[in-house]
């Protein structure tokens, strides 16, 4: 394909900025929607405007070769629908006026349950699609449904990144944070059953590295992707016909376990572990071997080298 105009959607976020960075290494023409954060730099046309107005998008996907989705909203009830489905509508809508020859939506892996139902074998793409609970999920699943049938409606050339847990420069420390998630006067914090001792801890200002467990003791496991990896699957999907009609778990090479990651971490930091029950939730694995075939994605971020690079980059913005 020769894509020389990338249209994209939810450029101005976390990972938006970095695909944008991506794009321009690729020597690619970018036509971006802004809304609240700005977007500059060399080869870039920006639309002001929302995904929620039909014109604005129109205006954006016009001429343009390819369109990249990543344009949503988490958990807030008076915007998910606007912007993640009506919003994700919009984009369809338009490029099946165009003539684009891919549409790349950035899906999540919040699509499959995870993290919240029981999960008999690593997750690939045949997984059916069972959000859990919230809006965020719900919408994800949407998107997904929707691109799937406007490619069997009206042919659009669609490609599904479905990206596990996002992380990039120090954000693993902090999910590995007792202090940072842990708040005695909130009940609701994700980390399971905090006793009077933890909280003892945090009120002093104790730091300690959470190693998650079930209610019997035993450490979870669950998967991420560093962004550069992801990086590394856009670059493999842009433009590669055999990415068209296809749907791809993207994640790292292989799930973490709580305990490993916490006491590597632990003695990284020099920063005692401490072990948290946290019943009602389950471990999972995704399966990335679908992408390695097809497209050649090779993620090069195991946990240790997320945690690696997270301390760097910490040490270096502390200095």
């Known amino acids: 394909m020769n894509l020389e105009t990338v249209a994209v959607f939810g450029g101005g976020g976390k990972v938006g900025s970095r695909i944008i960075e991506a794009l321009q290494a690729q020597g690619k023409s970018i036509r971006a929607l802004v809304h609240r954060s700005p977007i500059s730099g060399e080869g870039i046309e920006t639309v002001s405007g929302s995904v929620t107005e039909p014109a604005a998008v129109r205006q954006v996907v016009d001429g343009a070769d390819a369109v990249v989705h990543m344009a949503t909203t988490k958990e807030d009830p008076d915007t998910f629908f606007d912007v993640s489905i009506r919003g994700t509508f919009n984009v369809l809508e338009a490029c099946r006026d165009e003539d684009i020859q891919q549409f790349i939506l950035f899906g999540g892996d919040a699509i499959q349950g995870i993290w919240f139902y029981p999960q008999s074998a690593p997750i690939d793409e045949n997984h059916p699609k069972t959000a859990y609970p ?33 992380f990039e420069k120090d954000d693993l420390l902090g999910h ?12 609701e914090h994700g980390f399971g059953e905090v006793t009077e001792e933890i909280e003892a801890l945090v009120r002093a200002g104790e730091e300690r590295i959470p190693i998650l ?38 994640a790292a090479p292989a799930p973490f376990d709580y305990r490993g990651a916490a006491e590597y971490i632990g003695k990284q930091l020099g920063i ?44 270096g913005y502390s200095e």
């Not at 999920?137 to 996002?166: D, H, N, T």
């Not at 992801?230 to 670059?235: K, W």
């Not at 997320?306 to 910490?314: F, K, N």
């Open 134 to 166: 919230g809006y965020y999920a719900f919408s994800k699943v949407i998107e997904e449904v929707m691109a799937e049938q406007y490619a069997i409606q009206y042919g659009l050339p669609i490609s599904i990144m479905r990206c596990s847990w996002i």
């Open 213 to 250: 467990t079930d209610a019997e003791g035993r450490p979870y496991y669950r998967h991420i992707v560093h962004i550069d990896d992801v990086i590394q699957a856009l670059d493999k999907i842009l433009g590669n016909e055999s990415a068209i009609g296809q749907d791809f778990n993207i």
């Open 176 to 187: 590995f944070s007792l202090l940072e998630n842990v708040d005695p006067e909130e009940e």
């Open 272 to 315: 005692p572990t401490v072990e948290i029950a946290c019943p009602g939730y389950h471990s999972f694995e995704i399966d990335i071997s679908k992408a390695r075939a097809i497209i050649g994605y090779e993620p090069q971020n195991d946990i240790f080298s997320i945690v690696d690079r997270a301390i760097a980059y910490r040490q």
